[in-house]
């Protein structure tokens, strides 16, 4: 995939970091979005809210972001000041930064202090990593299945968290142009069949995991091995809403049936792609300027399912 | 150790001579660093460099990680791993059968290398 025929380039990129500072609310209506700046007066009615946090990576401690632990509180405090009390919390991966049990202590720690009513997890590679993710199921996939694969039903929403960490081979995702690509594997797929199966086609669905379900850069494995195939499945729904996290940016799409999110990380922010040599951390943000770069989710759902309204608020 | 503060000052010389030899044949060693850096994978705006490294039996290959991001070298059949390589950290493997070992990076699986054994 060539860089200037990227679709989310350079400008696109920069107009989202535009309005990030200042949060987004976008809004769903017969597949078209829109948006409108946070503040604006336009009042949210829905029947419930939720928060998304991705990317706290606890451990790291390089440029631009010596202080992780102080952001991850600030986002966690930042939900804490919403205006309607989230019904729950999801966490969608690199919790930690190199799956260590004290930085898993921190993050938990900190995430006690939410003003919710229950976190949900979903492994990033970087909490897997070093025990194909033994130590992240005992602390956080209680309640799951399979590998920690789960759902579960809020209000009439249903709500899947699927894994594309595990298993990272070198060589997966050939058949994609690229390899490094996130897989889901053939039993979480097989469960995933099940899950969806008795479901009414009105059922709005929201799937959260770390690695984005849809292709955004192959050249830096921001993708999924076998997503269509977990998408096939939701196929004949009408509402499907798909939140990621690992890219460290936000960034939306739609197709068809399908919205996509991308979460801010609360610990650094990452190149757009193609925009640097490497996908690691843009070590050179100005200290003013890195909490406009760094933020949660605010997901407002409406009692008839549709629209999903997903608000993206930066810490400063 | 008592017995050997009570030694003769020409013992004590001649160990001392010894011992120069020994440290100065050392450090010449040490000092080559080509040597060294022929066997060394250098990780950097994650790739592997060289990303294919030729070595004879017995030598022993080292990996040092000069990326912000933590990395690792492991064997895609997992026979070999290093653990979690953070900034500046390194970690060395003797190879001693002749092969083509093919490895990647277990957080970022697009990074990937051979070091290939004569």
């Not at chain 1, 060589?171 to 099940?194: I, N, P």
């Not at chain 2, 066997?39 to 290959?61: H, R």
Request: aromatic share 10%.
């Amino acid at each position: 995939m060539k860089t200037d025929k990227d679709p989310i380039g350079r400008r696109n990129f920069l107009k989202c970091m535009a309005w990030a500072g200042t949060g987004v609310v976008w809004t769903m209506n017969a597949g078209l979005l829109s948006s409108s700046a946070l503040g604006s007066g336009a009042k949210r009615k829905g029947s419930f809210t939720f928060a998304q946090i991705s990317d706290s990576h606890i451990g790291f401690n390089k440029d631009p972001n010596h202080e992780v632990t102080k952001t991850f509180q600030e986002a966690v405090d930042k939900i804490n000041a919403l205006e309607e009390r989230p019904a729950f919390v999801i966490h969608t991966g690199d919790i930690s930064h190199l799956s260590r049990p004290e930085e898993f202590d921190t993050a938990a720690q900190i995430l006690k202090g939410a003003r919710t009513g229950q976190i949900y997890f979903v492994p990033g590679e970087h909490d897997v990593f070093t025990d194909d993710g033994k130590l992240y199921l005992e602390r956080f996939g209680r309640g799951t299945q399979g590998h920690g694969w789960q759902s579960f039903d809020y209000e009439g929403v249903h709500f899947i968290g699927l894994i594309n960490v595990l298993n990272l081979k070198q060589g997966s995702g050939t058949g994609l142009g690229g390899t490094g690509f996130g897989q889901l594997g053939q039993d979480q797929l097989a469960w995933l069949e099940r899950d969806v199966k008795g479901l009414s086609s009105s059922t709005p669905i929201v799937v959260f995991a770390h690695i984005p379900l849809w292709t955004i850069y192959p050249d830096w494995g921001w993708g999924t091995d076998d997503s269509a195939q977990a998408l096939s499945y939701l196929k004949g729904f009408g509402s499907v809403t798909v939140l990621n996290g690992h890219i460290h940016q936000v960034m939306k799409k739609v197709e068809g049936n399908v919205t996509f999110h991308t979460a801010f990380s609360t610990a650094y922010p990452q190149p757009a792609p193609g925009t640097a040599p490497a996908p690691g951390p843009i070590k050179d943000v100005p200290a003013e300027r890195l909490r406009s770069l760094l933020g949660v989710t605010d997901v407002d759902v409406t009692r008839n399912g549709n629209p999903l309204a997903v608000v993206d608020l930066a810490l400063q | 150790m008592l017995i050997k503060l009570k030694l003769s000052f020409f013992l004590v010389a001649i160990l001392g001579v010894v011992g120069s030899f020994v440290l100065g044949h050392g450090a010449r060693t040490g000092a080559q660093p080509a040597t060294t850096n022929a066997n060394e994978i250098v990780i950097q705006n994650f790739a592997f460099q060289p990303a294919s490294l030729t070595v004879k039996v017995g030598t022993k290959v080292t990996w040092v990680n000069r990326d912000d991001d933590p990395h690792t070298a492991t064997a895609n059949d997992k026979k070999f791993s290093s653990k979690t390589l953070d900034t500046g950290d390194q970690f060395s493997m003797e190879f001693s059968q002749p092969g083509t070992y093919k490895y990647y990076c277990a957080l970022h699986p697009r990074m990937t290398g051979e070091v290939i054994v004569k």
